[in-house]
C-alpha cells in the first residue's frame, strides 16, 4: 500500500498530512485589503460580499455566515424549534461537533445507521427504525421507549459525498421531522445539478483549517426562506433590533459572527474553489489507479452525484480495528499523513447513553476507513 501511495507522485512529494489549506497571493491580496480597511472584526463589507459569493455558488437563496460550523448547526436546531429533552436523529460516523450542538440545547442525539456507498444516513433503515420506534401523537412524532420528540434530524455528506438527501426527506416529511443538512465537508457537493444543502429546511457550512475552502475558521447557514434566515442573522448577532444608536437586545441572542478578517480570506478562497475542486478530482483520479490492482478501494461518487471529493477515503476489505491500526502505524512511520474515520459517536463517554438504532453498517465499517493525504496542492502545483 506504501509503495501503491508513493508511486502515484513525484519523488519527494510531501504526503505529511492529511489535508493542508492552499494559500497564496490571493489570499494575501485581500487580507491586506482587509487590513487596510480597518475593518477587521465583527463589522464589515466582506462578510456580506462572502454571504453573496456563498449564495451564488450554492444557489442558496439566503446565507448568514456565522463565526464555525458548529455554531451555525446549534443555530440551525434552535431555528428548527429543537428544546430541552427532544431527541435529534443524527448518524454515529460524523465529526463530534453535530452531536455536540444537539447537546448544546439539552435536546439528546439519537444515533440511525448509514449506507455503504457514500456513508450518509440510510434512507430504508431510517424508516424501518421509525415505524418500529415511534409514534405520531398530534403531529409530533414521539420516541416510544423515552416518551420524548423527535423534532430534527441532521443528515451529514461525509467527506464530500453526497448523501440521499431527498429520501431522507420523504421519511422526515411523512414523521414531521424537520431536516437540516451538515454539509461543513461538503461544499462544491452536487446531487444532480443541485449543490447540497438545498433540500433541509437549513443546512450548516464550515471553513475550518481543514475544509476545502478555509476563512481561517467560520461557518454558514444556507437556507431558501427568508423568515428563518432573518431570524439566523438575528439570533447569531446577539439579538440586537437595529438601530442607529440604541442598544437594545431582544432576546438571549448569540455571539456567532464570522470577523470581516475571516470573511476576506473565506473571500479570496471561494474565488479559487473552481480549481480547487478540480485538483481535488484528479487527486481522486490518481489514488484510483494507484489503488485499481489492490483489494481495498477509493470511495466513489454515487452515480448522478458530483463529490468535491474533500478527502479521498480508502476502503479496506473486511478488517478489524487491530489490522485497521497496524497500517496506520505503517503509514504513520512511512510519514504518510493518513488518518482513521472519527470513533463512533455512540461509543464517546458523553452519547453511551444515548438512544440508538441497530447501527450494524456504521460498526462494520468504522474499522475498514483509511483516509489519504488529500491537500489540492497533492493534484494541481498552483503554479
Ligand atoms: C468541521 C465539521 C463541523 C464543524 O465545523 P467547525 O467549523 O469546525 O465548527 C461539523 N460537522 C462536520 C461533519 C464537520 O466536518
Redesign the pocket.
Known amino acids: 500500500m506504501i509503495q501503491a501511495l508513493r508511486g502515484a507522485f513525484k519523488p519527494k512529494t510531501d504526503l505529511g498530512t492529511l489535508h493542508s489549506p492552499e494559500l497564496g497571493e490571493v489570499e494575501k491580496r485581500w487580507l491586506i485589503d482587509c487590513v487596510d480597511s480597518g475593518w477587521v472584526s465583527t463589522a464589515g463589507p466582506f462578510v456580506q460580499k462572502f454571504e453573496g459569493m456563498l449564495s451564488d455558488f450554492t444557489g442558496s437563496k439566503h446565507v448568514v455566515a456565522t463565526s ?6 446549534h443555530a440551525c436546531l434552535l431555528l428548527v424549534g429543537v428544546q430541552r429533552e427532544h431527541e435529534v436523529l443524527v448518524p454515529p460516523l ?2 463530534v ?2 452531536a455536540n450542538a444537539i447537546a448544546y440545547i439539552g435536546a439528546t442525539p439519537h444515533f440511525v445507521d448509514i449506507e455503504s456507498e457514500s456513508l450518509g444516513i440510510d434512507p430504508d433503515k431510517l424508516e424501518k427504525h421509525l415505524k418500529q420506534t415511534c409514534q405520531l401523537q398530534k403531529g409530533v412524532c414521539i420516541h416510544q421507549s423515552t416518551g420524548r420528540p423527535i423534532t430534527a434530524l441532521i443528515l ?1 455528506h ?1 467527506f464530500g459525498l453526497a448523501a440521499q438527501s431527498h429520501k431522507v426527506a420523504e421519511v422526515c416529511a411523512r414523521y414531521n421531522i424537520a431536516l437540516i443538512e ?1 454539509c ?2 461538503a461544499l462544491g457537493t452536487k446531487i444532480g445539478t443541485e449543490h447540497v444543502g438545498r433540500v433541509g429546511m437549513l443546512s ?1 457550512l ?3 483549517g ?2 476545502i475552502v478555509t476563512a481561517g ?3 454558514a447557514i444556507l437556507t431558501e426562506n427568508a423568515t428563518l434566515a432573518a431570524t439566523a442573522k438575528h439570533l447569531t448577532t446577539t439579538a440586537k433590533r437595529p438601530h442607529a444608536w440604541e442598544f437594545y437586545h431582544d432576546q438571549v441572542g448569540y455571539n456567532y459572527r464570522l470577523p470581516n478578517l475571516n470573511a476576506a480570506l473565506g473571500c479570496a478562497q471561494l474565488s479559487r474553489l473552481p480549481r480547487l475542486l478540480a485538483a481535488k478530482r484528479t487527486l481522486f483520479n490518481t489514488y484510483f489507479d494507484a489503488f485499481s490492482g489492490l483489494e481495498c478501494h477509493l470511495l466513489k461518487e454515487r452515480s448522478g452525484t458530483t463529490s468535491n471529493y474533500w478527502l479521498q477515503t480508502l476502503l479496506l476489505p473486511k478488517a478489524t480495528l487491530e489490522f485497521r491500526n497496524q497500517i496506520l502505524n505503517a503509514l504513520t512511520a512511512a510519514g504518510i499523513g493518513a488518518r482513521p474515520a472519527w470513533t463512533l459517536l455512540h461509543r464517546l463517554p458523553m452519547y453511551t447513553n444515548s438512544p440508538r438504532a441497530e447501527l450494524t453498517m456504521a460498526e462494520s465499517l468504522e474499522p475498514r476507513i483509511i483516509n489519504l493525504p488529500s491537500s489540492a496542492r497533492l493534484g494541481d502545483d498552483f503554479t
Open positions: 464555525n460550523g458548529t455554531a451555525a448547526l460524523t465529526f461537533a453535530t451529514v461525509v451538515d461543513a465537508e450548516a464550515s471553513f475550518n481543514n475544509k475558521g467560520g461557518g
